[in-house]
């Protein structure tokens, strides 16, 4: 019989929690851990050098790490499943890392479908901010930060992307305060 490996109740809830999921993903953690993310990080650490977790290229999927333009998400190994008593759980198709004792990472995301200039995807951050500045006033960077939750660097961060995928961005001191408008390229 195989001895079994120690874990702390922090990899055991993380393990246990990517069990359950299809793709075997340890990311999001649940609420209950997440208030500590210095030790949530630790004990993912912990798990990969055991082969209980392995890391894979994210795309769009939660990371834990990036690495450039790289995003690294991880998931529950074969091993991992074995130390939490549920290998007969049935694995998807192309999903977390399988193999003992050395995992290999589930195959990379498709790509993102390319966006045409000017086009955001709806629901995000970035259209909330493409729609202030494009109203008839146009926005401050306190009106977007208070809209968004971003801090004021992001907010200008932001300005410069939205340059960088050709929108037209113009800016006005109207008493005093900087108003930015947007136009989205032709």
């Known amino acids: 019989m195989a001895k079994q490996p120690k874990l702390t109740d922090l990899q055991l809830v993380l393990l246990s929690t990517a069990s359950q999921r299809k793709d075997g993903n340890l990311l999001p953690v649940a609420d209950s851990i997440k208030s500590d993310e210095a030790k949530v990080k630790k004990a993912i650490e912990a798990l990969v050098k ?71 995807r709806p629901g995000t951050k970035q259209a909330l901010l493409v729609e202030l500045l494009e109203r008839e006033t146009g926005a401050s960077i306190q009106e977007i930060v208070d809209a968004s939750g971003w801090l004021p660097h992001t907010t200008r961060a932001a300005l410069t992307g939205l340059k960088k995928r050709r929108f037209e961005i113009s800016s006005e001191k109207v008493d005093g305060v900087s108003r930015y408008r947007a136009k989205r390229p032709a």
């Open 50 to 120: 055991r082969s209980l977790a392995a890391e894979f290229e994210a795309g769009r999927k939660p990371a834990w790490q990036e690495d450039g333009d790289r995003r690294i998400g991880v998931a529950i190994t074969d091993a991992g499943r074995a130390a939490i008593g549920t290998e007969d759980t049935p694995k998807p198709e192309g999903g977390a890392a399988t193999s003992t004792p050395s995992p290999s990472p589930p195959p990379p995301s498709p790509p993102p479908p390319a966006r045409k200039p000017g086009e955001v």
